[in-house]
């Protein structure tokens, strides 16, 4: 049985001068010889002889498609993530809130139900993997922005993956507030909307 580990040599042995666009250094590339001692290198060596090989027709075109398509996708990068960061603390602040003073003893009491269904939502929107949350929101993605792919139709997955982190982040924040001094602004005659807005918003803000 021949040994399966043979050595491979290969020799470049002409070089390769490209020329990039002005502003950066010509790279020349010399002859190189390449040898291993597996025979699954192979494959290795010959995409790094077809890398080399390149002639500076492709490199130029690479640099126009780099300098053409980098740039807008910097930017749809920032767009959806600042858009869906935006739409998730939307959905998530006031839901966080809720679910913060709907407890019994809370300054807005919810029904029982209602609050075992916010936070039973909640709780199973985090725990569903987002590859198969993006598949499941796919016809809401239609609904909402016409089309199931593309840059504007991530964003709907990406909201329904952030807000209920959101909103237990809020409600966990909400609930370290001083319960004396909620109380001490109920008794003073301030209203629930006015207790949320000037007291627990800014009294959870730092944590």
Known sequence: MPDSSVTISVILATSLS???????????????????????????????????????????????????EFPLAIWETVWVTILSTLFAFVIGLPLGVLLACGDRDGILPLPRPVKALLGFIVNVLRSIPFIILMILVIPLSRAIVGTSVGTAATVVPLVFAAFPFVARMVESSAKEVDRGVVEASLSMGASVGQVIRKVILPEALPS
Do not use: C, H, N
């Not at 290198?41 to 002889?49: E, K, V």
């Open 18 to 68: 490209v020329s990039p666009p002005s502003g950066f250094a010509t790279m020349t590339f010399t002859p190189v010889s390449l040898t291993k001692t597996t025979q699954s290198s192979y494959p290795l060596a010959i995409m790094m002889l077809s890398i080399l090989a390149s002639s500076s027709a492709d490199w130029a075109e690479a640099w126009e498609i780099f300098r053409a």
